[in-house]
């Protein structure tokens, strides 16, 4: 790490801290040149394979943005869908893996929206599964009533 005062190629680790989120490692440096400090912020990428077969970086405003959509005129609060993002985040990392596919990304966000709404998941599921018409609403419906009737034995 070099030194952003001084540009001396050698610096001190004084202290390192976990971010709040768990995804972050906040280090405190300082220079034996110049002996000014400063902080790093480091944290591991998570990439994302698209269908077109491009790749970018894990934006978790993607995904509250992606769902805020499916959410609109519900019931659902800002830190509803901050929390939302951070577990579709959490559980993608979980995976291990430093690039996931897109589909993966939409499968992690399914299952936190059906707890959360299940108008908003019928909403997202209808265009992240690319539904084509009225009998894949009532098979996405019959799955939830199916799943709800487990839950309540």
């Known amino acids: 790490m070099h030194c952003p005062f001084c540009q001396n190629s050698e610096t001190k680790v004084v202290d390192t801290r976990i971010s709040d989120d768990g995804f972050a490692i906040r280090r405190r440096r300082e220079c034996p040149k110049c002996g000014r400090r400063f902080t790093t912020v480091?944290?591991?990428s998570l990439?994302?394979?698209?269908?077109s077969g491009n790749a970018e970086a894990f934006n978790r405003d993607k995904v509250i943005s992606g769902v805020r959509k499916a959410c609109q005129g519900r019931p659902i609060n800002e830190d509803d869908l901050k929390a939302l993002g951070q577990k579709v985040e959490e559980d993608l990392r979980s995976l291990g893996?430093?690039?996931v596919d897109s589909d993966e990304v939409g499968r992690a966000i399914l299952k936190p929206l059906r707890k959360l709404d299940e108008v908003a998941y019928l909403r997202f599921a209808?265009?992240?599964q690319n539904f084509n018409g009225l009998t894949d609403f009532e098979?996405?419906?019959e799955e939830l009533r199916s799943e709800d009737n487990a839950e309540q034995d």
């Open 126 to 128: 209808s265009v992240y």
């Open 47 to 51: 990439m994302v394979l698209k269908r």
């Open 42 to 44: 480091e944290t591991a």
């Open 97 to 99: 893996a430093a690039q």
């Open 139 to 141: 098979h996405a419906i």
